[in-house]
């Protein structure tokens, strides 16, 4: 799309009807040259605190937009969308924002349409994104646990989800969310993505968001291969599953991740660069739950009736909630040169690639594109038993490092060649 202006110089055309004929006609001919048409695209251009489009004054006044900056050598504005609940937006960047509340109309619904046909992916970074918790879990280090795990992780209270047709669409999500973010194939061409939150009557909940939608052509290497829900780039990066905060420094006992969880992460692989290698960000010694670090799915591989130790779990022990990862092994073998054509499935409370493993450990890849894939199902494995003393079933959240807290890891790529 552009955008057009019809610009006049300092000329006045009343002073040829005063000329003589021969003089009157050059005077003429240099009067409507004075006359130009400005035409530039709608791009994407950066406002004071929030992007937009460029667009002319007028138009972004009549489409509903408010100008910030100049863009185009100052001949448009830079024009920002900030929609409320309800609102639709059909621009290449867009933002969807609601003030803290604590009672709110629900469905809160936007309604996402796409730019042009060439839009193949949809970006929603949330700037900010705070909702109800799901059902949390308790990390019990001396206790029993609690016979809740039907209900741990889920959205009951509040929930966010984008739908699209012909397409994926989002898992659902709750709970603090601020620097997440999600990608959506854009689906059917010239149809629109909806984004819904729905509020629950619970009063005593601070409610807002503020997120960034960004719309990528077919092509665009920044809006990451199809179906990758979450994608990042740099050799070295943090990343974690939903609800896990991003700034937290301690991993405290009542951390959850959220229930029916499946999409894929896609890390770009770095020029140069031919291995990464997780490891949790969040190491144990400084928490508040005793040796808590930031990784814990499902039961633990020796957390069974009988034996209380919090151990590392893979492959055939991961079924309900695990990371999948491509060629995942540790970093001697990932680094020899044969590839390892198995996926690798982590769980338990280290991440680590064997079963029983009592620490966490870089689990490594050269398997490209980089990726993995995170899923939970609907129920966290939990029990106290009749007398309310022992331990007879395996409980995801019994012992620190707990298997309901989900996960924080950093991965960190190495350069081709690396031996060691």
Known sequence: ????????????????????????????????????????????????????????????????????????????????FALSCGGSTSYNVSYLVQGAVNKLNSPCQYT????????????????????????????????????????????????????TPGSK???????????????????????????????????????????????????????GPAGCLQYFTGVSQSFASY??????????????????????????????????????????????????????????DGNIAGDTDALSNANAGCSTDYLAIPGGNDRARTLQTFRIPTVLRVCGRHLNINNGAAESVSVCSRSAPFKLTFVTNNIELAFMSTDGTSKTAEIENFEAPGGSIGFQLTYTQLRCGTTA
């Open 1 to 80: 799309m552009y955008s057009k202006i019809f610009i006049i110089f300092g000329v006045s055309i009343a002073l040829v009807a005063c000329d003589q004929a021969p003089e009157k006609e050059a005077r003429v001919k240099r009067a409507f040259q004075a006359f130009q048409f400005i035409k530039f695209p709608n791009d994407a251009c950066s406002g004071g605190t929030r992007n937009g489009t460029c667009f002319t004054a007028e138009e972004c006044t009549t489409k509903g937009g408010s100008g910030s900056g100049t863009c185009a050598n100052g001949y448009g504005v830079c024009c920002v």
């Open 112 to 163: 996402i349409c796409q730019s042009n046909p060439a839009v193949c992916r949809i970006r929603f970074d949330f700037k900010a994104f705070s909702i109800a918790s799901p059902n949390l879990a308790q990390v019990d280090e001396v206790g029993i646990g609690t016979d809740v795990g039907s209900g741990i992780g889920n959205c009951v209270v509040d929930s966010f989800a984008i739908t």
């Open 169 to 223: 669409g989002s898992p659902v999500i709750c709970g603090s969310n601020d620097g997440q973010h999600m990608i959506i194939d854009a689906g059917v061409k010239g149809t629109c993505l909806t984004a819904t939150f729905l509020i629950g009557q619970v009063t005593t909940v601070a409610r807002n968001w503020d997120i960034k939608v960004t719309q990528y052509d077919c092509g665009d290497i920044n809006g």
């Open 243 to 300: 609800n896990f905060p991003l700034a937290a420094t301690k991993v405290t006992s009542t951390f959850t991740h959220l229930a029916n969880q499946q999409y894929d992460i896609c890390i770009r692989r770095e020029s140069g660069f031919c291995f990464i290698c997780y490891l949790p960000t969040l190491t144990p010694g400084v928490n508040t739950v005793i040796n808590q670090n930031s990784f814990g799915l499902s039961v633990t």
